[in-house]
Nanobody
């Protein structure tokens, strides 16, 4: 059974950094899947933050985080990371990692229904 588990959340001051990790289990060819990070605040829809594709590792970001966040993957360890720099209070949210099928349409990288598996989430709180 495939499972995803996030870690690395916590509290940080504005301008600071945080690195989230998401460890996957149950995969035999982890490198072949697209992986994403989403976030959600109470009362709002879950939004796509970043995604990374297999192969060459193309990445895509939401406009709100581009230039501040970096998604990367370590296929040998079955881990995807989200490095978050220059954090802002509006980045406060529950962050979820997600794993998609082997062929994720680029046009829908930020859609929730693109992904098959989800972690339980890790809270990030940014104080001003």
């Amino acid at each position: 059974q495939r499972q995803l588990a996030e870690s690395g959340g916590g509290s940080v001051r504005a301008g600071g950094s945080r690195r989230l990790s998401c460890a996957a289990s149950g995969y035999t060819d982890y490198s072949a899947y697209c992986l994403g990070w989403f976030r959600q605040v109470p009362g709002k829809e879950r939004e796509g933050v970043a995604t990374i594709y297999p192969g060459a590792g193309s990445t895509y970001y939401a406009n709100s985080v581009r230039g501040r966040f970096t998604i990367s993957r370590d296929n040998a360890k079955n881990i995807v990371y989200l490095q978050m720099d220059s954090l802002k209070p509006e980045d406060t949210a529950m962050y979820y990692c997600a794993a998609g099928p082997k062929y994720c349409p680029i046009s829908s990288w930020a859609r929730i229904d693109t992904y098959n598996y989800w972690g339980q989430g890790t809270q990030v709180t940014v104080s001003s």
